[in-house]
Nanobody, 124 residues
Framework: VQLQASGGGLVQTGGSLSLSCAAS????????LGWFRQAPGKEREFVAV???????YYANSVKGRFTISRDNAKNTVYLQMNSLTPDDSAVYYC???????????????????WGQGTLVTVSS
């Protein structure tokens, strides 16, 4: 699976951005799809995931502001980000996992495939 993330950019505090991640492959629906982010000098952190059964999970820091969704017909996963703050500034990565769902879904090691990242900058 190859992943291509897009949609990053510069936005003011309180603004919104929508990220997309297009995937290759014909078994897209069998993958859990996640978003992670990494700010300079920090570790990569979990943001959101949509499981194979369409259940969604979010980091506490983005819950209520971000929405993850998938369109299996378009082989695309989305991340709608609202009420952005400077703390949301980071490179955002999409990831895909074909592993059986387990308790490590929020860890980078659960995911087998990664996109190249798209930069989100929120100005104060």
């Amino acid at each position: 699976v190859q992943l291509q993330a897009s949609g990053g950019g510069l936005v003011q505090t309180g603004g919104s951005l929508s990220l997309s991640c297009a995937a290759s492959g014909r078994t897209f629906s069998s993958y859990a799809l996640g978003w992670f982010r990494q700010a300079p000098g920090k570790e990569r952190e979990f943001v959101a995931v949509v499981a194979q059964n369409d259940n969604t999970y979010y980091a506490n820091s983005v819950k209520g502001r971000f929405t993850i969704s998938r369109d299996n017909a378009k082989n695309t996963v989305y991340l709608q980000m609202n009420s952005l703050t400077p703390d949301d500034s980071a490179v955002y990565y999409c990831a895909a996992s074909n592993n059986l769902w387990d308790s490590t879904w929020y860890k980078p090691g659960f995911y087998d495939y990664w996109g190249q990242g798209t930069l989100v900058t929120v100005s104060s």
